[in-house]
C-alpha cells in the first residue's frame, strides 16, 4: 500500500518524540529549583517556610499571575517581570549598602574598580547555592535577609495601597490593594523571592543559575551561556539546510500526482446535499463563535490602552470593575475558545456530511454540548473575575477561580469540565462518521487521520490537569505549555488539515490519493519539529541545558514546512478558480489564503525571530512575543476558524446565494488591521526593548522608567491605528453573519446544484 511507510513514519515521530519530552520531564523533577523547607539566617532567624512559598504562589496565581507581570519572563507586558525587578532591587540594595558602608558613598559614584570589585563580592553573596539537600534549608546571610525584608517591604506597598506608589501603580496598570489581607502578601513576598532565588543562584555543581541565567543581568553576571549561542548557529544551519532537503523533495514530487485527480466537478457536490438536524443545530455554535470574537477584540482594545491611561479608559476608572489583570485573561482566554468552538462546530457538521449518516439522537447530543460549552465559558470568566477581587479562599481559587497561568488560567474544575466536553464531542463525531468507513473505503486513510486528529485534540488537553494547587512552578509550566504548544499550536493544525482536505476532496476539488498523501506526509513534517519544539518555551523555566539543544534545533524545523506555505496558497487560489461553482466559496478560501500568509510570516519569520536561545534570552517577556502570539495565534488559527465557520455557513445556505460585499470588506480589514497593529506599534516597541534588554538587561527593557518615555507611549498609541481597522473589519464579519440569519447577507437567487433535487444524508 502507497501509504504504509507515510504511516510508519508518523508512527516513528510520535514514539520518538514523546519519548524525548518525556525523559526530560522526568528529569526535570531532579534540576527544578527547589522548594525549601525553610529559609534561615546564619542565625537561625526563620523567614520563610515552605507553606510560605507554596502560599504566595497561590496568591500570586489568585491576582491573575502571568497575567499582571510577568515570572521567568512568562506573562503579561505592561507591569515589570516581577523576578527581574527584584532580582535588580535586591542587588542594588546590596551594593549600595556595602558602597556607604566602605566608602561613605552610593554605587553610582564610585571608580571603576571599586565598583567591580564591590560586583564581585556581590556574585559571592548571591549566586552561590546554600541549599542545604539534607535538612532542606536554604541559610543566607542576615545582611541578605535585611535586603529581603526592604524589598519585600516595597512589594507590599506596591500591592496594597501606599499612596506614595500610586503613579507607579498607575504605570504598572494595577488598583490599589491587588492583594487585600496582610497575611497573604507577607506570603506573596516569600513567593516573589523564591522565584528570584531560582534565577540568581547556581545549580549545584555548575556554574548557571536554575533559570540557564535568565534573566540577563550584568550585576551578577548573569549573561548568555556557550550553550545558547552553540545552539543557536546550529539551528540557523538546521533551518537552512531543512528548506534545501523539502525544497528538493517538492521538486522530486512535482510530477507524480495522475491527471486525472486535477479533474473538478462541474456542479457542487457539496451544496447538492441538505443539512441534516444535526448539521442545522451546529448554527447557533457559529453565532457564539461571532459574538465571543467581538468581545475579545473589545477587551484587547480596553487591554492596549491600559498600557498607556493606567487604570482608566478614557478616563472612565474601569479598573475598579475589571482591572487589567481581569481584561487580559478574558482576551486571551476567549481566544482559545472562540476558535475552539469554531473548530469543534465544523466537526460536528462535517462528520455527517462526510459519511451520508445521522446517528439516533445526534442532534440531542449536539445541543447538550453546546450548553456545556456555555457554561464553561460564563462560569469560568466569571471565577476570574470573582477571583482578582479576593473573594476566595485560595483553595477554591484553584478549583473555580484563576489559575494564574497564561492561556490556562480557568479554574481546574473548568479544565476538568472542559476535557469531558471534548471527550464528549469526540464521541458525537465519531459515532457520525464511523459509517463512512464502510461507504467510502478508498477513504479510509484520510477518515482515520481525521479520527487521529481529532482524538488528539481531547488527549492533549488532559496535560493541563497534570499540576497540582502546589506543584513547583518548573513542573507547572512544563505541562502548561504541552496545552500551549501541542494542544493549541500542534495538534488543532493537524485537525484543521484534515478537515480542510475532508471539505476539498468532498467538493471534488481535491483528489483521494493527493489528499491522503499530501495531509500525512504534512503531518509528518509539522510534527517532527513541532512535538519536541515544545522545549522552545522552556528554555529558562528550571529545565535542565539538554532542553537548549532539542528546543533549538526542532523549532527551528517547525519553520521548514512554513517557508513552503505558498504552494498550499496557491493551491487554494488554483482551486477557488477550478469552475464557476467554486466562486460561491471564494471568501472560505480567501480566508485559508490568509491563513497560509500568515503561517510563513506569522508562526515562521516572527516565530523564529524570538525562538533561538540567543533570541530569547533577550526577548522573552517583550513586546516581540506578542508580534508573534497575534500573528500566530490568531492569524492561523483565528483565520482558519473563520474559513472553516464559513464554509459550514455555506452548506447551511444551501438554497441562496451570497452578498459578500461586507465580507469582503472585512476580511482585507481584518488582515490590514492585524498586519498594521504589529508593524506600526507592537514590532518596534518590541525592538527599542530588545535593544534595551541587551544593553541594560530585562529588568530596565520592562521598567517603568523606560515603558513611560514618550516614544514607546507614542508607538502604543498608534497601535489605535490597526486596532480600529481590525475591530471596524469584525464588525462588518459579524454583520454578515447576522445577516445570514435575518436576511440582508442572502439574496434571492437560486445556486446551482449538482442534482435536480436536494437529497438528505
Not at 496598570?173 to 491587588?178: D, E, F, S
Not at 545558547?228 to 523533495?249: E, K, N, P, R
Not at 476539488?509 to 493527493?514: D, E, K, Q, V
Request: hydrophobic share 50%.
Amino acid at each position: 500500500m502507497r501509504y504504509t511507510r507515510l504511516w510508519i513514519s508518523l508512527g516513528i515521530v510520535f514514539i520518538v518524540s514523546f519519548a524525548i519530552l518525556g525523559y526530560y520531564g522526568g528529569r526535570l523533577v531532579y534540576t527544578e529549583p527547589p522548594v525549601p523547607k525553610q529559609v534561615v539566617t546564619t542565625d537561625g532567624t526563620v523567614l520563610f517556610t515552605k507553606e510560605d512559598i507554596q502560599t504566595g504562589q497561590n496568591v500570586w496565581q489568585s491576582i491573575g499571575g502571568q497575567e499582571l507581570g510577568s515570572i521567568w519572563g512568562h506573562g503579561a507586558y505592561v507591569a515589570p517581570d516581577w523576578t527581574a525587578d527584584w532580582l535588580h532591587r535586591e542587588s542594588m540594595w546590596l551594593l549600595n549598602t556595602w558602597a556607604m558602608k566602605d566608602q561613605g558613598k552610593k554605587y553610582s559614584s564610585l571608580n571603576d574598580e571599586t565598583k567591580a570589585a564591590l560586583r564581585e563580592r556581590l556574585k559571592k553573596e548571591i549566586r552561590k547555592n546554600t541549599y542545604n539537600e539534607e535538612s532542606k534549608e536554604i541559610v543566607i546571610s542576615p545582611l541578605r535577609a535585611e535586603a529581603i525584608k526592604n524589598i519585600g517591604q516595597y512589594y507590599i506597598s506596591l500591592f496594597s495601597d501606599d499612596p506614595a506608589l500610586d503613579k507607579l501603580r498607575d504605570t504598572y496598570a494595577m488598583p490599589k490593594n491587588v492583594i487585600k489581607d496582610p497575611a497573604r502578601l507577607k506570603s506573596f513576598v516569600s513567593f516573589i523571592w523564591w522565584a528570584t532565588w531560582s534565577t540568581e543562584t547556581n545549580r549545584p555543581g555548575d556554574q548557571v543559575t536554575y533559570t540557564n541565567n535568565f534573566p540577563n543581568e550584568t550585576l551578577i553576571d548573569n549573561k548568555p551561556t556557550g550553550e545558547m549561542v552553540i545552539w543557536s548557529v546550529i539551528s540557523f544551519v538546521l533551518l537552512l539546510g531543512g528548506i534545501g532537503g523539502l525544497a528538493w523533495y517538492y521538486a522530486s514530487q512535482k510530477h507524480e500526482e495522475s491527471e486525472g485527480e486535477e479533474s473538478y466537478p462541474e456542479r457542487d457536490p457539496l451544496l447538492a446535499l441538505s443539512p441534516t438536524p444535526s448539521m442545522k443545530a451546529t448554527q447557533k455554535y457559529f453565532w457564539v463563535v461571532a459574538a465571543l470574537w467581538i468581545v475579545q477584540v473589545g477587551l484587547g482594545a480596553i487591554t492596549g490602552h491600559y498600557q498607556v491611561e493606567g487604570n482608566s479608559f478614557y478616563g472612565l476608572p474601569i479598573a475598579d470593575w475589571i482591572p487589567y489583570a481581569v481584561t487580559r485573561s478574558w482576551h486571551t482566554q476567549l481566544g482559545i475558545f472562540w476558535i475552539a468552538t469554531a473548530w469543534l462546530a465544523t466537526g460536528l457538521f462535517i462528520a455527517p456530511a462526510v459519511s451520508g449518516h445521522e446517528p439516533k439522537f445526534q442532534r440531542l447530543g449536539v445541543n447538550i454540548l453546546f450548553v456545556c460549552l456555555l457554561i464553561i465559558v460564563v462560569g469560568s470568566l466569571f471565577g476570574q473575575w470573582l477571583a482578582t477581587r479576593q473573594q476566595m479562599n485560595l483553595t477554591t481559587n484553584f478549583w473555580f477561580g484563576h489559575q494564574g497561568y497564561e492561556y490556562t488560567d480557568i479554574g481546574r474544575f473548568w479544565q476538568i469540565f472542559l476535557t469531558i466536553g471534548l471527550f464528549l464531542w469526540l464521541f458525537l463525531l465519531t459515532r457520525a462518521i464511523w459509517p463512512a468507513f464502510k461507504n467510502l473505503k478508498e477513504s479510509r486513510h484520510l477518515l482515520a487521520l481525521f479520527l487521529l486528529a481529532s482524538t488528539a485534540i481531547p488527549v492533549f488537553y488532559i496535560p493541563g490537569l497534570m499540576w497540582g494547587q502546589h506543584s513547583n512552578l518548573a513542573m507547572a509550566e512544563y505541562w502548561r505549555w504541552w496545552v500551549v504548544h501541542l494542544w493549541v499550536e500542534g495538534f488543532f493544525e493537524v485537525f484543521a488539515t484534515v478537515v480542510m482536505a475532508f471539505l476539498f476532496t468532498r467538493m471534488g476539488l481535491l483528489g483521494i490519493r493527493t489528499a491522503t498523501s499530501s495531509v500525512l506526509f504534512s503531518t509528518i513534517i509539522f510534527l517532527f519539529g513541532g512535538i519536541i519544539g515544545t522545549f522552545h518555551h522552556l528554555y529558562f523555566s528550571g529545565t535542565p541545558t539538554g532542553v537548549l539543544a532539542f528546543g533549538a534545533t526542532f523549532s527551528a524545523l517547525e519553520v521548514v514546512p512554513l517557508v513552503f506555505i505558498g504552494f498550499e496558497a496557491y493551491e487554494n487560489l488554483t482551486r477557488s478558480r477550478a469552475r464557476k461553482w467554486v466562486s460561491e466559496y471564494k471568501w472560505p478560501i480567501y480566508f485559508f489564503m490568509a491563513v497560509s500568509f500568515w503561517n510563513l510570516v506569522g508562526a515562521g519569520l516572527f516565530g523564529f525571530f524570538i525562538n533561538p536561545p540567543i533570541s530569547l534570552y533577550y526577548m522573552q517577556g517583550l513586546n516581540t512575543t506578542p508580534v508573534h502570539a497575534h500573528t500566530a495565534l490568531f492569524g492561523v488559527y483565528g483565520m482558519l476558524g473563520m474559513g472553516l465557520m464559513l464554509f459550514c455557513l455555506r452548506g447551511l445556505t444551501v438554497k441562496r446565494g451570497w452578498k459578500t460585499g461586507s465580507l469582503k470588506f472585512a476580511f482585507w480589514a481584518i488582515n490590514i488591521g492585524l498586519a498594521l497593529m504589529v508593524l506600526i506599534s507592537l514590532l518596534p516597541i518590541g525592538l527599542m526593548q530588545t535593544w534595551a534588554s541587551v544593553q541594560h538587561g530585562m529588568w530596565y527593557a520592562r521598567s517603568a522608567a523606560f515603558m513611560s518615555r514618550d516614544i514607546v507611549h507614542f508607538f502604543v498609541w498608534m497601535r489605535i491605528v490597526g486596532d480600529t481597522i481590525f475591530a471596524i473589519g469584525a464588525l462588518a464579519l459579524v454583520w454578515f453573519i447576522i445577516g445570514l440569519k435575518t436576511g440582508w447577507s442572502v439574496t434571492d437567487k437560486r445556486l446551482d446544484y449538482a442534482e435536480t433535487e436536494a437529497k438528505k444524508v
